[in-house]
């Protein structure tokens, strides 16, 4: 069973608690899906897991912008980064960063950090009204033709996107059978949520069902540390939110 996670952002409360949750679970390998840095205190911490304990990483827009410069940030963004470009001097880092690659494809499933026609900087958005539900489908059957299943953060939030519905779990719903179908696994974000639920968010996969699962953190400690490293209170803010 492989534990997939996603968007840790130097949240480094929130990825201990998700790797001890991994721990009680028979999980074989741990995929991280980019965007380990970025906004979060704590990005060289986090990204020395995320190299010691995960069977691969994917490249996200943050890690992009750390060693290109950010494209389409805000304000409070491009402030973060730049310190974040400040904190990571290893030279290990930087190269194993300047290797990741945005897609990965194993098998009949892909794994990207965007949305399959864009693995790096496209998000996979839930329609909000038909006509961007027909859009949706219509992406999925153009781009899901080497692959069933695609995997993907970036969005921060936890659902499926199926040619069928939106499917959105919660703690009496959250495995699904995912066989035989073509979708979007969108895993949620481990440092820092925007489904309105604050707890960090990964999903577990056996080759047949996918679990959600929403993990509790010390959420005062990375809001503590945010103010230490001299980051936008807005970044803490948000943590307790969900958004
Ligand atoms: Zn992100």
Same mark, same amino acid.
């Given at each position: 069973?492989?534990?997939?996670?996603? =968007?840790?952002?130097? +949240? *480094?409360?929130?990825?201990?608690?998700?790797?001890?949750?991994?721990?009680?679970?028979?999980?074989?390998?741990?995929?991280?899906?980019?965007?380990?840095?970025?906004?979060?205190?704590?990005?060289?911490?986090?990204?020395?897991?995320?190299?010691?304990? &995960?069977?691969?990483?994917?490249?996200? +827009?943050?890690?992009?912008?750390?060693?290109?410069?950010?494209?389409?940030?805000?304000?409070?963004?491009?402030? /973060?980064?730049?310190?974040?470009?400040?904190?990571?001097?290893?030279?290990? %880092?930087?190269?194993? $960063?300047?290797?990741?690659?945005?897609?990965? *494809?194993?098998?009949?499933? $892909?794994?990207?950090?965007?949305?399959?026609?864009?693995?790096?900087?496209?998000?996979?958005?839930?329609?909000? =009204?038909?006509?961007?539900?027909?859009?949706?489908?219509?992406?999925? %059957?153009?781009?899901? %033709?080497?692959?069933?299943? &695609?995997?993907?953060?970036? +969005?921060?939030? /936890?659902?499926?996107?199926?040619?069928?519905?939106?499917?959105?779990?919660?703690?009496?719903?959250?495995?699904?059978?995912?066989?035989?179908?073509?979708?979007?696994?969108?895993?949620?974000?481990?440092? %820092?949520?925007?489904?309105?639920?604050?707890?960090?968010?990964?999903?577990?996969?056996?080759? =047949?069902?996918?679990?959600?699962?929403?993990?509790?953190?010390?959420?005062?400690?990375? /809001?503590?540390?945010?103010? /230490?490293?001299? *980051?936008?209170?807005? *970044?803490?803010?948000?943590?307790?939110?969900?958004?």
């Amino acid at each position: 069973m492989d534990a997939i996670l996603s =968007d840790i952002h130097g +949240n *480094l409360a929130a990825l201990e608690a998700v790797l001890e949750d991994i721990g009680r679970q028979k999980v074989d390998r741990i995929i991280s899906l980019g965007d380990v840095v970025g906004y979060g205190p704590r990005p060289v911490e986090c990204l020395k897991l995320v190299m010691d304990r &995960c069977a691969f990483s994917l490249l996200g +827009n943050h890690e992009y912008a750390v060693l290109r410069g950010p494209e389409g940030f805000n304000p409070i963004a491009v402030e /973060a980064i730049n310190w974040t470009k400040r904190q990571i001097t290893d030279p290990g %880092q930087l190269f194993y $960063l300047s290797g990741l690659k945005a897609a990965k *494809l194993e098998g009949n499933l $892909l794994y990207v950090h965007g949305s399959a026609e864009d693995p790096l900087m496209e998000y996979v958005r839930e329609a909000e =009204d038909h006509a961007q539900f027909v859009k949706f489908v219509q992406d999925l %059957q153009r781009d899901f %033709q080497r692959f069933d299943l &695609c995997f993907t953060g970036h +969005n921060h939030r /936890a659902f499926l996107g199926t040619t069928d519905a939106f499917i959105f779990p919660h703690p009496a719903w959250s495995k699904f059978h995912v066989k035989d179908k073509k979708l979007y696994i969108c895993v949620g974000s481990v440092g %820092q949520p925007r489904d309105d639920d604050p707890r960090s968010s990964y999903a577990t996969f056996d080759g =047949d069902v996918v679990e959600y699962h929403r993990v509790a953190y010390d959420i005062d400690r990375t /809001a503590r540390e945010i103010k /230490a490293a001299g *980051l936008h209170p807005f *970044l803490a803010e948000r943590l307790y939110l969900g958004q």
